[in-house]
């Protein structure tokens, strides 16, 4: 492919006035056109193009009413229309993603030759291996507990391995059924969310205030420090929290977690704790909610080797469910999660969980260790780019998500101008919930040359 980096000529200059998708409004003087470097790339297949198709033949079968209350679509495939879009209208455009939160770096070689190993094993009688427990292999279920909750009273017994901490959250929710209710942090990873709509268990969405109905929603700004206020927090069934956070980057105390804890146990709520960042904490705030007294009566903890590992191709997470979490007729939750996984899934690929344990090697996880603190320096950067710029940066000590404040504006217009005049792809605030309006989430996810150039376009626009 031939590269062709030039700076574009004023006809190509990008124009503050010519966004592609929201126009913005309210454009002051901080903002600018700037010229970008620009690459060339070979044709774009996935576009946003409407898909005209005769309708030819309907079923009889009535859409599911729930999947109908969603709304437009999941929010990262919708970052990845908009991306696809806008490299058809700039297809010369060197686009940074630092949308998705996806990684980049390459998994350490002590990781992946443990899994070529066990790849090639399985071309031999001696290696094969088909299907094996869905609840995951015993040396791995062994190894997480001893790894992240020796001394937490978890064992492994209450370790499920799974696909990945998603799967997980959908597969929960299957578990728990339509007829509970659920709390999330406003704003929150999407996924719980859209799971429990697709469940049914919450009402329509309601455009005035952004939220559908029977689900309470947890606001965490900078104003309460990114914990709700646990007063004003009406009862749920269930409780999603992720710390350290994604979006905010927020991680909570060992304070606040134990009112938390407290709170789901006077009102006999289960608290669903995502730990997906844990290794990214730089303080000494809790990295499991087994750390807080009492929690094994009322957590169950999700967590992934995604953004540790760069599994996220690969796929591997684990869900801790305690014994001694039961449901209120006295049945043990995991009996119910185990059921599910059962049905639901035929456990984890064999090849990444050999993948995972050699995660949990002294040197896979000193290798795991340099890839999460290569992002961390990435976050530095991009916290410095934007606080040297002026404006209020929150995250990025505790998480790879710096959560940077446009006060006044709406965050898919920031998104938008962001995208159309520096070509980097960032996350509008708002798609994780109505408490995220004003902020863009950008991920610290990115080659570090990437990131570099990201922070550079960034000074241009906003200096
Ligand atoms: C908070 C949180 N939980 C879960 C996930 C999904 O992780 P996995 O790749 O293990 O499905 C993500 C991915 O971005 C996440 O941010």
């Known amino acids: 492919m031939s590269l062709m980096n030039h700076q574009l000529s004023s006809s190509s200059t990008i124009s503050s006035s010519s966004s592609t998708f929201l126009a913005p409004t309210d454009f002051n003087s901080r903002r600018k056109s700037i010229k970008v470097q620009v690459k060339k790339f070979g044709a774009c297949k996935c576009v946003a193009a409407p898909h005209e198709e005769k309708i030819a033949f309907k079923t009889k079968v009535s859409r599911n009413a729930n999947m109908a209350k969603l709304q437009a679509g999941y929010l990262f495939p919708e970052i990845a229309r908009r991306r696809a879009a806008h490299l058809l209208k700039y297809p010369d455009a060197k686009v940074i993603s630092l949308g998705i939160g996806d990684t980049t770096e390459p998994i350490p070689e002590v990781i992946t030759s443990a899994m070529e190993k066990r790849a090639n094993a399985l071309s031999t009688l001696e290696g094969y291996s088909g299907y094996g427990a869905e609840q995951g292999e015993k040396p791995l279920r062994a190894a997480i507990a001893s790894k992240?909750?020796?001394?937490?009273?978890?064992?492994?017994?209450?370790?499920?391995?799974?696909?990945?901490?998603?799967?997980?959250?959908?597969?929960?929710?299957?578990?728990?059924?339509?007829?509970?209710?659920?709390?999330?942090?406003?704003?929150?990873?999407?996924?719980?969310?859209?799971?429990?709509?697709?469940?049914?268990?919450?009402?329509?969405?309601?455009?005035?205030?952004?939220?559908?109905?029977?689900?309470?929603?947890?606001?965490?700004?900078?104003?309460?420090?990114?914990?709700?206020?646990?007063?004003?927090?009406?009862?749920?069934?269930?409780i999603f929290f992720c710390s350290p956070n994604n979006p905010t980057g927020s991680a909570a105390s060992r304070e606040q977690l134990t009112q938390l804890v407290q709170f789901a146990k006077k009102n006999g709520s289960i608290l669903v704790y995502d730990s997906a960042y844990a290794l990214y904490m730089s303080n000494d705030n809790p990295r499991s909610i087994f750390e807080i007294p009492g929690a094994r009566q009322v957590a169950i903890e999700i967590s992934s080797?995604?953004?540790?590992?760069?599994?996220?191709?690969?796929?591997?997470?684990?869900?801790?469910?305690?014994?001694?979490?039961?449901?209120?007729?006295?049945?043990?939750?995991?009996?119910?999660?185990?059921?599910?996984?059962?049905?639901?899934?035929?456990?984890?690929?064999?090849?990444?969980?050999?993948?995972?344990?050699?995660?949990?090697s002294p040197e896979g996880f000193k290798a795991m260790q340099e890839v999460i603190g290569f992002y961390k320096e990435n976050t530095k950067i991009i916290v410095e780019t934007f606080n040297s710029l002026g404006f209020k940066v929150y995250g990025g000590k505790n998480a790879p998500y710096v959560w940077v404040h446009f006060p006044g504006r709406s965050s898919w217009e920031v998104f938008s101008e962001v995208l159309e005049k520096t070509h980097v792809v960032t996350t509008p605030g708002s798609g994780f919930g109505p408490g995220g309006e004003g902020f863009v989430r950008v991920s610290a996810f990115g080659h570090r040359e990437n990131i570099l150039e990201a922070c550079k376009r960034f000074k241009q626009l906003y200096k």
Do not use: H
């Open 148 to 238: 992240f909750y020796s001394n937490l009273g978890i064992e492994e017994d209450d370790i499920f391995v799974s696909d990945g901490a998603k799967s997980d959250i959908s597969r929960l929710q299957v578990a728990f059924g339509s007829n509970v209710t659920m709390a999330v942090q406003d704003p929150s990873y999407p996924a719980y969310v859209d799971s429990s709509v697709i469940m049914g268990q919450t009402g329509q969405f309601q455009k005035d205030v952004q939220k559908y109905g029977n689900i309470e929603y947890m606001r965490c700004t900078p104003e309460n420090d990114f914990f709700p206020d646990l007063s004003k927090v009406s009862r749920t069934d269930v």
């Open 305 to 360: 080797f995604s953004k540790y590992a760069g599994f996220t191709g690969v796929r591997l997470g684990w869900t801790v469910v305690p014994k001694e979490l039961l449901f209120s007729d006295g049945f043990p939750v995991a009996k119910d999660f185990n059921r599910i996984v059962c049905t639901c899934f035929n456990g984890a690929s064999n090849v990444a969980q050999s993948g995972a344990l050699a995660c949990l």
